[in-house]
């Protein structure tokens, strides 16, 4: 900085000998000379050493800003944001409603276990953490996205096929991706797709439609190591927030849609699947639920 105020001082000075001899000169001339003027070449070097000034001294601020927040990048779960104490130290306090961004079309909502619909996930995480202590907060999870709907009841006979449906729609979902992947962008990894292929390759697969209960069983035992892989695939698709081999309610929500086969039946398949009744799906009670083997259950196949 110092460097740069005594290049301005000196091109000052030498401005200021020119005026001021060109000025002297001209009080011996006949005629009159106009003052003399800053060259173009003098204006185009000020202007820039004070543009770049201005901009060195934006980019330290900036800097410094960012620096001096100890709120950048620090983490907080789902309907919490970082605040600073009196200390200046962060932590997590829950967040209002009235902060979170506006939704920007009505696949932004979402319907909570309290059969409210709410404007985004954000809103209702929000909610859920300022209900925090309550009965209400305890029970309020996302139940499914899009606005709330009447569901039907389950029935008893639906609730035995659900695992038989569910296990092959998972499959033909990995297909489906597979297939769009030879011709498109991939939508899965190379280890994924050398999984996938495997299937695809089988003469022995059963291909997508609607089949009767009793041919998905007989499928399923004929081919089971077809079956394997994609509950593996899913439940690692859903283990996100927080991926730690075990899903909770909200996790669990991207199978409430119209999409997955049965949905009515979601919600009531997972409560009976969750055997120690903690409110969260493990991992070995998810490949329980679909007819996975203990020995077949690998955690290196979740990815």
Aim: proline residues 5%.
């Amino acid at each position: 900085m110092r460097a740069r105020c005594v290049f301005l001082c000196l091109l000052a000075a030498t401005f200021a000998l020119s005026v001021s001899g060109n000025a002297l000169k001209g009080s011996f001339s006949k005629g009159k000379e106009p003052a003399a003027e800053m060259t173009e070449d003098q204006e185009k070097m000020l202007n820039g050493k004070e543009e770049m000034e201005d901009a060195e001294e934006e980019a330290d601020t900036e800097e410094e800003l960012t620096e001096e927040d100890p709120c950048t990048d620090f983490p907080c779960k789902r309907g919490k944001t970082c605040k600073l104490d009196g200390d200046n130290k962060p932590g997590c306090v829950c967040q209002q409603a009235s902060e979170c961004p506006p939704s920007m079309n009505d696949f932004d909502r979402v319907c909570g276990t309290d059969n409210q619909t709410y404007e985004s996930s954000c809103q209702l995480f929000a909610t859920k953490c300022n209900l925090e202590g309550t009965k209400r907060g305890h029970r309020l999870h996302l139940d499914y996205t899009g606005a709330c709907k009447l569901i039907p009841p389950c029935l008893d006979t639906e609730l035995v096929q659900f695992p038989l449906r569910m296990r092959d729609w998972l499959k033909n979902v990995l297909l489906q991706l597979y297939e769009h992947d030879s011709s498109t962008s991939s939508f899965l990894t190379p280890k994924q797709r050398l999984k996938v292929k495997k299937i695809f390759e089988s003469d022995r697969r059963l291909h997508a439609g609607n089949h009767s209960v009793e041919l998905l069983a007989q499928d399923f035992e004929k081919n089971y190591n077809m079956y394997i892989y994609p509950v593996h695939w899913q439940f690692a698709q859903l283990d996100q927030h927080p991926s730690d081999r075990s899903l909770s309610h909200s996790e669990l929500a991207p199978l409430r849609v119209p999409l997955v086969p049965m949905e009515h039946c979601t919600s009531r398949f997972f409560q009976e699947c969750d055997a120690d009744k903690d409110k969260q799906v493990s991992f070995q009670e998810w490949t329980a639920c679909f007819g996975i083997k203990d020995e077949d259950m690998d955690v290196n196949q979740l990815f």
